[in-house]
């Protein structure tokens, strides 16, 4: 779903730069997604284990890029954990070297991708829906729904579904 919200947020920009007539070139708008794309994983990645338990990453540090266990064999675990503030501080120090290395007005240059980003953050919630993970509280309602990797195993609100549409669309 990450590869759905980049490509979506690049293509309503490069939509905004056609209609719009504005100055900036595709090459620089390829480019300065290639870097918001590495500093969303890189920095997303690190904003989470710095915040989650960073001591296990210290004494575990190829669990921080690897997708296999090694305890019991091979077995493939996934990589999970990003933390959006990780995402967000990267992305913003990016966009300001980016910005200021090729003699860009930053304002102007970050306003030209805030209303594409809502849409794209979509993509993510709807990912995280699809994963069965961030559900949120038990409810009674008709439209709650049973997450398979829910420990208690009870009904709960589709939060992901209330973010994608309400901090995405909406």
Known sequence: MYGVAFLT?????????????????????????????????VGGRLGYIISSDFRY?????????SPFDFSNGLQYTGISGMAYYGELIAVLSIDIIFCYQKKINIWHF???????????????????????ELYGRVTNLPWGMYFPLDPTHQLRHPSQLYEAFFEGIF
């Open 9 to 41: 947020v690049y293509f309503l920009v490069i939509y905004r730069i056609k209609t719009e007539k504005l100055k900036y070139s595709e090459d620089t708008i390829f480019t300065a997604m290639l870097y918001a794309i590495l500093g969303v994983l």
């Open 57 to 65: 990453y210290l004494a575990n540090p190829l669990k921080i890029i």
């Open 110 to 132: 970050t306003d030209l991708f805030v209303p594409a980003i809502p849409l794209g953050y979509t993509f993510g919630r709807l990912g995280n829906f699809i994963n069965g």
